[in-house]
Nanobody
Framework: VQLQASGGGLVQAGRSLRLSCAASGNVFSLVNAGWYRRTPGNQREMVAWITSSGTSAYADSVGGRFTISRDDAKRMVSLQMDNLKPEDTDVYYC???????????????WGQGTQVTVSS
């Protein structure tokens, strides 16, 4: 199983970016999934999260500006980032709990990071 993140880039403050994370390989179902970024202490903090039923949660710093969505048919999770601020500059990582086959347990996977840079 692989998670492939894409969509990062350089934008001016106030503009938008859309990140996508696609699961490939032996993927029976995408369970819960989300996006993380690194804190100054080099820990990964949750930015947005979405459950298999579509319930979402956001970090306080991005609420009202970011929207997470999922497309189970495409095995993809996306993060629409609007009204970006310079403090959103970071490497964003996708994470997902995936069931590789119908009878298997759920495992967690991380995608490679994608850089988001917001200029003032």
């Amino acid at each position: 199983v692989q998670l492939q993140a894409s969509g990062g880039g350089l934008v001016q403050a106030g503009r938008s970016l859309r990140l996508s994370c696609a699961a490939s390989g032996n993927v029976f179902s995408l369970v819960n999934a989300g996006w993380y970024r690194r804190t100054p202490g080099n820990q990964r903090e949750m930015v947005a999260w979405i459950t298999s039923s579509g319930t979402s949660a956001y970090a306080d710093s991005v609420g009202g500006r970011f929207t997470i969505s999922r497309d189970d048919a495409k095995r993809m999770v996306s993060l629409q980032m609007d009204n970006l601020k310079p403090e959103d500059t970071d490497v964003y990582y996708c994470h997902a709990f995936i069931r590789p086959s119908q009878s298997s347990p759920v495992y967690n996977y991380w995608g490679q990071g994608t850089q988001v840079t917001v200029s003032s």
